[in-house]
């Protein structure tokens, strides 16, 4: 009886761990889609027709998506062992950038950017040069002058990813 209880407890600590993760990155994703909604960057990143930056419009990245839809995923670099998130954001009636989705990472992204633990509350702080050079060291993709010209929407970013990041953003990854 005590094997096979060894057994049990074995598998149980060996499959929850994935498991427990993905939901800790899902919670985090959806924290972070509400936030995106309820801060600034839905009006700043909108069509220009509505007096945005007109970034909801490009049609650029790593997979193109149609005008009006842009596609972020995005994780932890040094935490491999966390699926990455991605959020939909996508143009309303009125012009404005809203998330719509948030879920698990399964490969379509117009952007993609992996910082560092640590770097997500620097960058909090702080976003300029030296963060785009660590983002795009640490493999970011999509269109680069697009990113630099919405570049002080990207501080606003990570000011929601900290402030709802919870136990996501601990300096150990879940396992």
Partial sequence: MKFSASILISFSILFAGPIFAQDQVINFANKLCSAWNASSLPAKLAAESAGGSGWIDVVTGVQPAPAGTQILASGRYDCNVQPEYA?????????KAMCV???????????????????????????????????????????????????????????????????????????
């Fill in 87 to 95: 959020l939909t954001i996508q143009k309303d009636q009125s012009g």
């Fill in 101 to 175: 989705k948030a879920e698990i990472f399964k490969g379509s992204r117009t952007w993609k950017f992996l910082p560092k633990t640590s770097e997500y509350n620097a960058f909090a702080k702080s976003f300029g040069m030296g963060a785009f050079y660590s983002l795009w060291s640490n493999g970011m993709e999509g269109n680069k002058g697009t990113a630099w010209s919405n570049s002080e929407h990207f501080q606003t970013f990570f000011q929601l990813a900290v402030q709802n990041g919870g136990e996501y953003l601990k300096p150990n990854c879940a396992k």
